[in-house]
């Protein structure tokens, strides 16, 4: 069964410090994997798109990265401000996706927060 | 480019009432998805209208409908209100060209059922 799981479910950070997230996906083949960030009572927001053939794409001060074989992304974050502060989300699109919405496999998400 | 528009943006309903959402989505986007949002499942998919067709249903009763218009704003509409129907419900509008293409979410509607 195609899965995204998510890790830590929650986060806690200083102001300032760096972090690094966790996405595990059993989807394959896929096609791609997203990150995005989701502030409270607002949509998601796109942070990342990597095909299956990129190692890494970076957006700021957000990094993510894939490895294929092991079928893990990981998305971090350098020098956190409080309005890093969010839920980040993985979603992967299988490659028999056909551009259809309902065929993405969504995470449940990480939830962070930033202390000052 | 305005984004995603969706209203209303929180609504507060009883048990047995029917609602109705409405999403425009960026211009010149003709794919509409809509998805559920709840604390403990993250997000789950609706359904998606492409040139008012709809192109994709997901897990959900059939309470649950939607449509899309000809300016490719779109409506969904849920009937006999249970409790467990509250949660953020977001609209999400894209491009079609690809399998890169970017969803670009509105900042949706939270439903309350008391």
């Known amino acids: 069964k195609n899965q995204v799981e998510q890790s830590p479910q929650s986060l806690i950070i200083l102001e300032g410090k760096n972090c690094t997230l966790q996405?595990?996906?059993?989807?394959?083949?896929?096609?791609?994997l997203r990150w995005y960030k989701q502030d409270t009572g607002r949509g998601p927001v796109s942070l990342t798109i990597?095909?299956?053939?990129?190692n890494t794409k970076s957006n700021g001060r957000y990094t993510a990265t894939l490895d294929a074989d092991t079928k893990q992304s990981s998305l971090h974050i350098t020098a956190s401000q409080l309005s890093d502060s969010a839920s980040y989300i993985c979603v992967v699109s299988p490659l028999n996706y056909g551009g259809s919405q309902g065929n993405l496999i969504f995470g449940k998400g990480t939830k962070l927060s930033v202390k000052p | 480019k305005a984004g995603v528009t969706q209203t209303p943006r929180y609504l507060i309903k009883t048990r047995g009432q029917q609602v109705t959402l409405s999403c425009s989505p960026i211009?010149?986007?003709?794919?509409v998805s809509w998805y559920q949002q709840t604390p403990g499942q993250g997000l789950q998919f609706l359904f998606e209208?492409?040139?008012?067709?709809?192109?994709n249903k997901g897990n959900f009763p059939g309470r649950f409908s939607g449509r899309q218009f000809s300016n490719s704003r779109s409506e969904m509409n849920v009937s006999t209100l249970e409790l467990g129907d509250s949660a953020l419900y977001l609209c999400?509008?894209?491009?079609?060209?690809?399998?890169?293409?970017?969803?670009?979410f509105g900042s949706g509607t939270q439903l309350s059922v008391l």
């Open positions: 209208y492409f040139s008012e067709t709809q192109r």
């Open positions: 999400a509008s894209r491009q079609i060209g690809g399998t890169n293409e970017k969803l670009f």
């Open positions: 996405c595990n996906y059993t989807v394959s083949p896929f096609s791609n």
């Open positions: 211009s010149g986007h003709r794919s």
């Open positions: 990597m095909t299956f053939s990129e």
